[in-house]
């Protein structure tokens, strides 16, 4: 008898698969939100994921009431009478930000390159976005197709990295917990929780979670998806930061660009190491093919080659047009990645995540239960 997953499951995986990318895996962003304020790091994971958790929450509910399972038909519903206004602020941004995803890709798999092989930054983001542009034309299909393989080698080396990095580090952390240790001049209580709500709020991906969410049928399955997610995200998010805080306060440094790798190190392991550093290279190029494409569906029918002649090779060739817009989404994120993975993790997200707070993550809380009411209103009344 074969198993099947519950639906809910499923959909708390994706939650999980989009949040569980190169950032994740690499320590960083965990240290620039969390480990920053020092012992909190512990507790402030389980914040973040449950305020996104609330997003999402209503963001599925919404879609199951009104089946809207795109994301351009979400917003128009959602935020109408005022949807033309933030449908195109959004694609405003969408546009503006693309380059951070796809530079952290970029930069972190440069710096990886870097601290093994000891090439320079600069030769080393070329490279990185070398390969990513060959994947993007080439490979992609390989790349997506291997991604839930790579996902799953990657939170099986991490699983381990987090078991040996605790045993061997957890007097260190412990006595952080202990005393209550925080980071000087970081502002306590209320700095801990802006700095979650910011890592809630630059991971407000709706579209992606809207578009899987018609097996969704009842509130029940919005609720178990909901629950299963935040602590689908939260557990491991806070077990990385436990770990990290053996490794506190060196970790915080910016000349420290991939924390765990920062503990493999110290574990003398050289299989796993070479395991967890394959895997992570490739899961950031994997998150930057992911974001190219992104760009590429967004522009691949743009009003923008209209000016192109029928006859021109842009014009007549959709291919030579994503080759186009691949290129020049990439030339945009390398132009990112220069400021190193520490600065577009730590500002370039800070960033994103005061717009999509304002945008997405206020809106949603503040309407969703509202909003829900009244779908569940008009869907009551058209069955009757």
């Known amino acids: 008898m074969k198993f099947k997953a519950p639906v809910w499951l499923g959909v708390a995986s994706v ?6 990318g190169g950032g994740f895996a690499s320590g960083q962003q965990e240290v620039r939100y969390f480990l920053i304020m020092g012992w909190t790091a512990i507790l ?49 941004f969408f ?29 080393a983001t070329l490279i990185s976005c070398g390969f990513l542009f060959i994947t993007t034309i080439f490979g992609s299909g390989l790349v997506r197709a291997a991604s839930t393989f790579m996902i799953v080698v990657l939170l099986g080396s991490l699983l381990v990295i987090v078991i040996y990095g605790i045993s061997s580090n957890q007097e260190t952390a412990m006595e952080i917990i202990r005393n209550r240790t925080w980071t000087p001049q970081e502002g306590g209580w209320a700095a801990a929780f802006k700095l979650a ?29 909901t629950v299963c997610g935040i602590l689908l995200n939260g557990i491991p998010l806070a ?3 436990f770990m990290l805080l053996g490794a506190y306060p060196e970790v915080l440094s910016k ?13 003398d392991m050289p299989l796993l190491k070479i395991c967890y550093s394959v895997v992570l290279f490739f899961a950031f190029i994997s998150t930057g093919v992911a974001f190219v494409f992104a760009s590429v569906r967004r522009f691949e029918n743009s009003r923008v ?43 370039g997200y800070s960033y994103m995540g005061w ?12 309407f969703g239960a509202y909003k829900c009411r009244q779908a569940e209103k008009a869907l009551t009344a058209e069955q009757k």
């Open 355 to 366: 717009v999509y707070l304002i945008l997405i993550v206020i809106p949603i809380i503040g």
């Open 197 to 225: 709500l910011l890592y809630a709020a630059f991971q407000a991906s709706i579209g992606p979670l809207v578009s899987v969410a018609e097996p969704l049928k009842t509130r029940g399955d919005v609720i178990k998806t």
């Open 95 to 123: 546009i503006l930000f693309l380059c951070l995803p796809t530079g952290a890709a970029i930069a972190g798999a440069a710096s990886l390159l870097t601290v093994e092989l000891g090439l320079s930054y600069g030769l």
């Open 239 to 241: 077990l990385i930061c």
């Open 255 to 267: 000349d420290i660009p991939l924390p765990v790798l920062h503990v493999v190190n110290s574990l």
């Open 15 to 20: 939650w999980f698969g989009m949040h569980a």
């Open 305 to 347: 080659w209209n000016i192109c002649k029928p006859e021109g090779l842009f014009g007549r060739s959709v291919r030579a047009r994503n080759i186009l817009v691949s290129v020049l989404t990439m030339l945009y994120s390398l132009g990112a990645a220069q400021f190193g993975l520490v600065a577009i993790v730590g500002k």
């Open 44 to 92: 402030m994971p389980f914040v973040a994921e449950t305020i996104q958790g609330i997003v999402n929450y209503f963001a599925w509910d919404y879609s199951r009431l009104t089946k809207s399972y795109d994301f351009r038909t979400w917003v128009d519903r959602f935020y109408h009478p005022y949807d033309k206004f933030f449908a195109n602020v959004l694609d405003f």
